[in-house]
């Protein structure tokens, strides 16, 4: 299939990225390998004066037999032995980043072995639909978010979220100056013919939103996730409007089975290959995007640990070059520990051992749901105010309750459903277990309302709800935490048993 | 010795400063420890499905008695063996940071055994001068720089800058429309009286630079060195004109001997004791800072490894908190594997071990040096218009040239001295040298001589200068690099030998 390029989207950058200018000095950087060149032209030390060599580390070993969260016995029939030297030993090319060159500076877009491996790993699983694309390595989806905002906004610019939102991305987007415009969510994500009469609508006059953040897979907080058909139309209004979709996606590989919740009907979903896994994935933003109109953010916190401070970016060449400019600015490249170990690590496992740690992780985590949403339907209220919202993907559940049908509701609480739901929190720490409101995520709230001029906010509810996390905790634990909040409903709404 | 707290500076920050809103979900994690709540709040992994474990990693062992470049053997009487596992072993309190934590979310201030580690060398090195002052991790200076422009300047504010300049950081200034002073310079670095007049001379109406950004120690790109009295100057300077003193110190432990024209007179420096080697650093702005106007930037970029993507800041609890809470939407913290192999070796090698690597490190740069100088005045054309200026701290060596010189000056470069030292660049090139022409770190180019109305600027000269660096090459290499550098010289101005 021929495919196009992307479309030119500089119109869209901040006077931030217009103004920000090569210096001199990374010119003259493709002198450096030259060599005929003897280069005195940057103050790097000699790796001679770097202490450390020798690093080794050891991880469990595909196909993970006994489960992701199994201890490997360190023999090497279930472990994988990192071993990385300072000096590359000819046998690790292309597959170990040798610390002399990991502990350097340089390679600011990621060393080639492991964005190589995450390159090829994107291609597995996302359908690429234009040729110029590119990919650059970050320190995670929280800071590569905040340099999207950099990147394209200026103090007074606005851009879209979803009606709740992960309240650090919206804080860095408040700080910067920029408006936030709330879209309607239901129980599955982004409404797109909300998004559209928003949009459509826009007061005549007032610059239009440059981008429209979402976290399309077990959003944070509401645990909702995008379907393709709502994906392809939210694409389409993008192009309309002219807006671009950065799609952040920590969670991607956290997808699920629906929730079935007759246990005798579960069965623990085995894929006879790893095509059957990834087809099972829901498709990305990115797999729609013709012309680079997509940004996607991908992040190891979720899958392998938050601690290793390692993510990527997807997107047009073009863009991504912004990112890399500010990026030699301010973090100048992920870590070289970081780096150099999970490039050895993951080239061990291989493309398909990867595949089998995310399916392990898939197995995991639905274990982890099923129990968590047995346990809410267990000891919560069986009462038609409250709704469990079993997830399909992430960490996160979520519990409607509707604060008008508590006794005190008109009385003690004035009708204010923050008020009741400000209750249920303070009696739920009290009873020893703490779950997050759903209004400390309100885009509205986090941003005290400020929207561009003749902006329809979304409709106000007395829904209320509660974010929890079956990620966190042991299962039992879990269990307890889950019977203390449900305890808490009871009394609360002076419901009898 | 009664000290007094920092001064109350938040009148100097930015407007994102002013409008970053520390979340409510940051309010909770004080319940994380508590053992009678069960935290269903945050979306962390469990630390039983990071796939890392039993990592360890080799190092030279205190007191490095064959040099800071020796390979360690292997055998414990000179390697440092570091081993990390994921959970912790108590043998291992206060020195390691087990796996399951450094790899976790949280501790944007840096892990505890890290931090305290460099605070404690603080101390030891540096005189504090006033009760509420902190540290908080970064990845390294570049980006605490970029953070500090964030945190103190909006569009149209202006700093001050050493005239020549890292280009990186007047970029970072220059793209956030942050408006550069350029304050002249001798061989000495920043003259204070210069600095004075540039400020008691400010038009009326005018805001004052809120900054000054230097770098005291083997300034980059110039070589000089502030001595402890300019620092007083300065200081006493920016307290009258209320301006924050931002010293960004990569290369403080890169001190060394003034240089010895004579090598029969040059003798290895050795210390009776560590104090005596600490009384030899130059003393810092920090030193001086009695009212918390100094921010420090310490980095491990040049005394242990880049790659590391690790430093420190130095300054008042109140001005550090806005770090924070912008490392906390941006970086979240450093890499957790670097955190934990920082850790596990210097805890092992001790605050002692780490000053005889500082010292061996100083070792190591001063003969560097001095081979270096000596091959310049072996190798350049020993006339009057060429000057050779040995640093006495960094990586970085200057030669003066005055262009005016140039038999072709007032014809073929049409009394231009930045075209003279194009030719000298391309030469250089040509001869298999690169070395970086000085006009390419003057801050009036790099910002294309926007300055403040009515502000002075240094005066124009026919000296042009080039800066090479003695730290990136074995001794021979840049022996001949310096041999070819001094080949064009003698070309390009037409010298006879």
């Not at 870590?335 to 197995?363: C, K, M, P, V």
Request: proline share 6%; aromatic share 12%; hydrophobic share 35%.
């Amino acid at each position: 299939m021929t495919q196009g390029v992307a479309k030119d989207f500089s119109y869209l950058y901040s006077d931030e990225t217009k103004g920000r200018t090569p210096s001199q000095l990374k010119t003259i950087i493709h002198y450096f390998s030259d060599p005929n060149l003897i280069f005195l032209g940057g103050g790097l030390p000699m790796s001679d004066y770097f202490p450390w060599d020798n690093l080794s580390v050891e991880s469990p070993l595909p196909p993970f037999k006994n489960g992701i969260g199994a201890k490997p016995s360190g023999e090497s029939s279930d472990t994988c032995h990192v071993s990385i030297t300072k000096d590359l030993k000819e046998s690790q090319a292309g597959i170990d980043i040798p610390l002399a060159r990991s502990l350097q500076y340089g390679h600011s877009k990621g060393q080639p072995e492991v964005m190589k491996f995450f390159k090829d790993h994107h291609e597995m699983i996302h359908d690429m639909q234009y040729e110029d694309w590119d990919i650059c390595a970050t320190v995670g989806n929280t800071g590569a978010w905040e340099s999207t905002l950099r990147i394209f906004c200026n103090r007074g610019d606005s851009i879209l979220a979803e009606e709740f939102a992960f309240s650090s991305s919206i804080s860095a987007a408040e700080a910067q100056g920029v408006t936030l415009c709330p879209v309607p969510l239901d129980e599955h994500g982004i409404i797109p013919s909300k998004l559209e009469e928003v949009l459509d609508n826009w007061a005549a006059g007032v610059p239009k939103p440059k981008l429209l953040y979402t976290v399309p897979t077990g959003q944070n907080p509401t645990g909702s996730s995008l379907s393709f058909d709502r994906k392809k139309e939210i694409y389409r209004i993008a192009q309309k409007h002219d807006f671009i979709i950065v799609e952040d996606e920590p969670y991607y590989f956290l997808q699920m089975e629906k929730y079935e919740k007759d246990p005798s009907k579960r069965v623990e979903k085995s894929y006879s290959n790893h095509k059957e896994f990834i087809d099972s994935l829901e498709k990305s933003f990115v797999s729609i995007d013709v012309e680079g109109r997509v940004i996607r953010m991908d992040s190891l916190s979720k899958v392998l640990a938050p601690g290793t401070r390692f993510g990527w970016i997807i997107g047009s060449k073009d863009i991504l070059l912004q990112y890399l400019r500010l990026q030699e600015m301010t973090i100048q490249a992920p870590g070289g520990f970081t780096q150099s170990i999970i490039a050895g690590t993951l080239n061990r496992w291989g493309q398909e051992g990867y595949i089998d740690w995310l399916i392990g992780l898939r197995h995991e985590y639905t274990k982890k749901r099923d129990y968590c949403i047995d346990a809410l339907h267990k000891y919560l209220p069986n009462v038609d105010f409250i709704t469990v919202n079993p997830p399909i993907a992430g960490m996160f559940f979520t519990v409607d309750i509707d604060a008008s049908k508590h006794p005190e509701f008109t009385t003690t609480y004035k009708s204010d459903p923050k008020l009741v739901e400000k209750a249920i929190f303070d009696k739920a720490i009290a009873s020893g277990v703490l779950v997050v409101p759903g209004n400390w995520f309100k885009v509205e709230s986090l941003t005290n309302g400020k929207q561009p001029e003749g902006f329809v906010k979304p409709a106000e509810s007395s829904v209320i709800f509660f974010r929890g996390t079956y990620a966190a905790v042991p299962l039992e634990k879990m269990a307890e935490g889950l019977h203390r909040f449900g305890d808490s409903l009871y009394e609360e709404f002076q419901i009898s048993r």
